[in-house]
């Protein structure tokens, strides 16, 4: 039975740990062809021999979202080589927590720079293909940071800034067949959410009982929940839904 991204090419943003993975993991196992770019060069080459060990057709490089040019190289790269590019998947994404009067101008603007500029250039980047193509699903993975949380003033901002661009990419874009819809994450288990217990000084299985115990469903998340959710929005079928943010938390909120 063909998977229900077969024929399709589906581009992930730091796509090679934790929610990135298992994005490119599920579309390589849904029939897509899968492409994505890092800067982690030894965590790309990892899951590029993982993917190809298994059969699945693979495009990767590293490569920055804050710089136009490498991005769009990269794409160029993938529509040559795959013949399109029909989904993408904004993921990259970096944490520098703080509390704001300790936040310096590079927690700020690093953390601007990754989510907010690397998402407009790989969107930019796809979009040239999308309307030629008259067909596109681009996916902004947002979090529940965006509606506010103590010490991520930039990363909520950022969060929450992704969601205003979904829309406007939403209204933008819909005309060509092309939706924009958002996926915010709650507390999922990766190694950004390691980092964060390092930086508050507790084990990371501290970290993740504390979370549970306020997480509805009583458990934390993994990178496959987030998967099915992209999965759901890069849908053929899925045409009607357009400009949304759906929380994937756990509950109504984190």
Same mark, same amino acid.
């Given at each position: ?15 090679s740990r934790g929610i990135g993975k298992g994005i490119v993991q599920l579309f390589a196992e849904d029939g897509a062809k899968v492409a994505f770019?890092d800067l982690n060069e030894e965590a790309l080459a990892e899951t590029t021999n993982e993917l190809r060990e298994k059969g699945y057709d693979v ?18 790269e993938v529509h040559d080589t795959f013949g399109s590019v029909d989904i993408l998947v904004n993921n990259a994404g970096v944490i520098r927590d ?19 500029? #690397?998402?407009? %250039?790989? =969107?930019? !980047? ?7 193509? +008259?067909?596109?699903? $681009? ?11 103590? #010490?991520?003033? %930039?990363? =909520?901002? !950022? ?7 979904? +829309?406007?990419?939403? $209204? ?83």
């Amino acid at each position: 039975m063909a998977g229900r991204f077969e024929g399709r090419v589906a581009f992930v943003t730091g796509g090679s740990r934790g929610i990135g993975k298992g994005i490119v993991q599920l579309f390589a196992e849904d029939g897509a062809k899968v492409a994505f770019i890092d800067l982690n060069e030894e965590a790309l080459a990892e899951t590029t021999n993982e993917l190809r060990e298994k059969g699945y057709d693979v495009y990767s490089k590293v490569a920055n979202v804050t710089d136009s040019g490498q991005v769009d190289q990269a794409m160029k790269e993938v529509h040559d080589t795959f013949g399109s590019v029909d989904i993408l998947v904004n993921n990259a994404g970096v944490i520098r927590d703080n509390l704001l009067f300790k936040m310096s101008d590079s927690d700020w603007q690093t953390v601007m720079d990754v989510h907010l500029k #690397g998402s407009f %250039n790989a =969107a930019k !980047a796809a979009q040239k293909y999308m309307v030629e193509q +008259k067909y596109g699903r $681009i996916i902004n993975i947002s979090s529940t940071s965006a509606l506010g949380n103590r #010490g991520q003033a %930039n990363y =909520a901002a !950022a969060k929450a800034g992704l969601q205003g661009f979904t +829309k406007t990419l939403a $209204i933008e874009l819909g005309r060509y067949g092309i939706t924009a819809n958002s996926v915010a994450p709650g507390f999922i288990e990766t190694e950004m959410t390691k980092e964060t217990a390092a930086r508050i000084g507790i084990s990371f299985d501290d970290l993740i009982k504390h979370s549970v115990a306020g997480i509805p469903v009583g458990r934390s998340g993994k990178p496959a929940d987030i998967a099915n959710a992209v999965a759901f929005f890069a849908d053929e079928k899925s045409s009607f839904v357009n400009g949304q943010v759906i929380y994937v938390a756990g509950g109504p909120k984190n």
